[in-house]
T-cell receptor, first 111, second 113 residues
Framework: SQQGEEDPQALSIQEGENATMNCSYKTSINNLQWYRQNSGRGLVHLILIRSNEREKHSGRLRVTLDTSKKSSSLLITASRAADTASYFCATDEEGAQKLVFGQGTRLTINP | KAGVTQTPRYLIKTRGQQVTLSCSPISGHRSVSWYQQTPGQGLQFLFEYFSETQRNKGNFPGRFSGRQFSNSRSEMNVSTLELGDSALYLC????????????FGQGTRLTVV
């Protein structure tokens, strides 16, 4: 079953622009994570935000979490061609002790 | 520190055969999880092992099984392969049980013909 649903499914922007991806989930969580996947390869962990946090930064990444709306957003600023990848949010359902991934957002950065 | 290593990277099998995939976690990591990724279903959790014991299982048939060895290396087995088992199988290792940052291998691309 899918817990997180990313929006949009695909996003295409020009290099240098900011990219925003959203994730909605259904149940209470302990934390939410974002991962990046380059075509056909493994996932790379980007950032983890705990349920008691509202915002977190890591380099050009900014993640927000709104537990009242059960949603999160990932902002990539000053995008680069190397940011082209699929981005997934993953949540842990309280008590489930497993990561549940959304379907992902396919981000394309055009030079 | 070496990352998560999955072998083989690519595999082609025939329907009805069985397959074993291997995953070596990051040194010191004791938890290994397996995921199946397909275009239609996305990333689906298969199971998690910790200290040689299966701690959590996803909604997959009994044809999918796994095990973990004392050195934390893990294997996943799929018996009586079906065309629908064609997928990218990803292994992730974590320091401990439960949901923490997961480090993924490059995956094994399994094609069933």
């Amino acid at each position: 079953s899918q817990q997180g649903e990313e929006d949009p499914q695909a996003l295409s922007i020009q290099e240098g622009e900011n990219a925003t991806m959203n994730c909605s989930y259904k149940t209470s969580i302990n934390n939410l994570q974002w991962y990046r996947q380059n075509s056909g390869r493994g996932l790379v962990h980007l950032i983890l935000i705990r349920s008691n946090e509202r915002e977190k930064h890591s380099g050009r990444l900014r993640v927000t979490l709104d537990t009242s709306k059960k949603s999160s957003s990932l902002l990539i600023t000053a995008s680069r061609a190397a940011d082209t990848a699929s981005y997934f949010c993953a949540t842990d359902e309280e008590g489930a002790q497993k990561l549940v991934f959304g379907q992902g957002t396919r981000l394309t950065i055009n030079p | 520190k070496a990352g998560v290593t999955q072998t083989p990277r690519y595999l082609i099998k025939t329907r009805g055969q069985q397959v074993t995939l291997s995953c070596s976690p990051i040194s010191g990591h004791r938890s290994v999880s397996w995921y199946q990724q397909t275009p239609g279903q996305g990333l689906q959790f298969l199971f998690e092992y910790f200290s040689e014991t299966q701690r959590n299982k996803g909604n997959f048939p009994g044809r999918f099984s796994g095990r973990q060895f004392s050195n934390s290396r893990s294997e996943m087995n799929v018996s009586t392969l079906e065309l629908g088992d064609s997928a990218l199988y990803l292994c992730a290792s974590s320091l401990s049980l439960g949901v923490t940052e997961a480090f993924f291998g490059q995956g094994t691309r399994l094609t069933v013909v």
